[in-house]
């Protein structure tokens, strides 16, 4: 490979926000589909919502923890291609698929076993809304060999940069859902287990779509279904960094909310109303993270650290100005966008002080965001979790149980949200403006 230090960048080639714009769709089309999916079922009754929350809630768990099979596979997939290995990186796509398929099924069956333990432990206990929610998880879970093998698709998809395929087969199985769910819910009077078909057999469309793809794609070059051990393994390695990263993340945020809650009911609502607010423009800010896998994963691949250190820069910038766009608008609707949440005056007085900490956390977001997915396209998973593991024990963590011992409140909660951004900044840029991450490689 060339020296880390030589080369020159070849040119722009493809623009950030031409990659990162499909990838924003299928990011967001889940959680759009999550928000109809939730309206169609509120119309039912509370029982009837809160089971969609319990077992909803438990497969966005499994969903998000698992989306290494997403982040590794283009990474390593985007390496093949940049190497000029075209059929590697479909080798990857269909061994991430094997993997996703062991994985989903494996799942499946353990929420079959312990759906009802489960949900009574998230419904605080047995009673209606646990019975629910036990009864839309049975009927949804097979489902998740499908949603995982959709992860692995979108996964070595973007890995020889077609992002706009993914997008199309994902909004495919979310338009059949969207279309559905009323149907089966309502006219055909299935009520809540209408809801967990409709999300079944939207998972199915999506998954089937790119088996297809894949399928295709090996007629053509000719590369076998057959599972390999060590790639399987290498993948596996590379999903366990990812994986620790992702419970860690959740671990934080749960941690938080529970100090929250305890500061009382109208510092939750805004708590609540300014994470999902701040885990939604995540989604738009994560989509330069997904471009940059793609660009540095094919540069590194084709022995070109170069222009690897340019798609940095490239990112970095689009990230930061977009974050900064976000940062004004926020301010500038800050009277206008909480009480489209709520009307209750104590929620909105709570929502006004963590107003700031939301919207001035953007540009240095996007920045965190854009490096995170310098990093994974180098392969160098390793490092994040190692970051993320770091900043949320010496500066999230601390900060929120602080809160609750202290009486900070949702301040001092936000504070350490601040400050795991910031730490994580600090050492992702340190990361990225040396050579370390220059190094990494994809075994075969």
């Known amino acids: 490979m060339t020296p880390p230090s030589s080369g020159r960048p070849r040119g722009p080639g493809p623009s950030v926000p031409a990659l990162a714009a499909p990838a924003?769709?299928?990011?967001?089309?889940?959680?759009?589909?999550?928000?109809?999916?939730?309206?169609?079922?509120?119309?039912?009754?509370s029982v009837s919502l809160g089971g969609l929350a319990v077992g909803g809630g438990l497969l966005a768990y499994v969903a998000a923890l698992l989306n290494f099979l997403a982040y590794g596979t283009t990474a390593r997939a985007a390496r093949r291609t940049g190497a000029g290995d075209r059929a590697g990186a479909v080798a990857e796509g269909v061994q991430a698929t094997?993997?996703?398929?062991?994985?989903?099924?494996?799942?499946?069956?353990?929420?079959?076993?312990?759906?009802?333990?489960?949900?009574?432990?998230l419904a605080g206990g047995a009673g209606p809304v646990a019975d629910a929610g036990e009864q839309w998880l049975r009927v949804a879970s097979p489902g998740l060999p499908l949603l995982l093998v959709a992860l692995a698709g979108n996964g070595w998809l973007r890995g020889v940069q077609q992002l706009r395929r993914p997008m199309g087969y994902v909004l495919a199985g979310s338009g059949v859902g969207v279309l559905?769910?009323?149907?089966?819910?309502?006219?055909?009077?299935?009520?809540?287990?209408?809801?967990?078909?409709?999300?079944?057999?939207?998972?199915?469309?999506?998954?089937?779509?790119?088996?297809?793809?894949?399928?295709?794609?090996?007629?053509?070059?000719?590369?076998?279904w057959r599972p390999r051990l060590p790639a399987l393994k290498a993948q596996l390695v590379l999903g366990r960094d990812l994986l620790v990263r992702a419970a860690v993340l959740q671990l934080a945020f749960a941690a938080a909310a529970a100090v929250v809650a305890r500061s009382g009911t109208a510092e939750l609502g805004a708590h609540q109303v300014a994470l999902q607010l701040w885990l939604f423009l995540a989604l738009v800010l994560d989509a330069y993270a997904i471009a940059a896998q793609t660009l540095v994963g094919t540069a590194l691949g084709a022995g070109r650290p170069a222009d690897a250190r340019h798609t940095a820069a490239r990112v970095v910038r689009w990230g930061?100005?977009?974050?900064?766009?976000?940062?004004?608008?926020?301010?500038?609707?800050?009277?206008?966008?909480?009480?489209?949440?709520?009307?209750?005056?104590?929620?909105?007085?709570q929502a006004d002080v963590v107003w700031w900490f939301l919207a001035l956390m953007q540009p240095l977001a996007g920045v965190v965001f854009a490096l995170d997915g310098v990093l994974m396209g180098a392969g160098d998973a390793a490092y994040l979790r190692t970051v993320t593991l770091a900043s949320a024990l010496l500066g999230f963590l601390p900060l929120s149980l602080l809160s609750g011992w202290l009486d900070w409140g949702l301040p001092g909660v936000w504070t350490g949200l601040t400050l795991f951004i910031v730490l994580r900044l600090v050492a992702v840029g340190r990361r990225v403006r040396g050579s370390a991450w220059l190094g990494e490689t994809v075994g075969r």
Do not use: K
């Open 320 to 349: 930061l100005g977009t974050g900064v766009v976000v940062a004004v608008l926020l301010l500038a609707s800050r009277p206008v966008l909480p009480p489209l949440f709520t009307d209750d005056p104590a929620v909105l007085a």
């Open 180 to 224: 559905l769910c009323p149907l089966l819910v309502h006219p055909v009077g299935l009520g809540l287990v209408g809801s967990a078909l409709a999300n079944l057999a939207g998972q199915g469309i999506a998954a089937a779509l790119f088996v297809r793809a894949l399928a295709r794609e090996l007629a053509r070059s000719g590369v076998s």
């Open 24 to 45: 924003l769709v299928v990011l967001a089309a889940e959680p759009l589909y999550l928000l109809v999916d939730t309206a169609v079922v509120g119309h039912l009754d």
């Open 98 to 121: 094997w993997l996703a398929l062991g994985l989903g099924v494996a799942l499946a069956l353990l929420f079959q076993v312990l759906a009802g333990p489960l949900t009574r432990l």
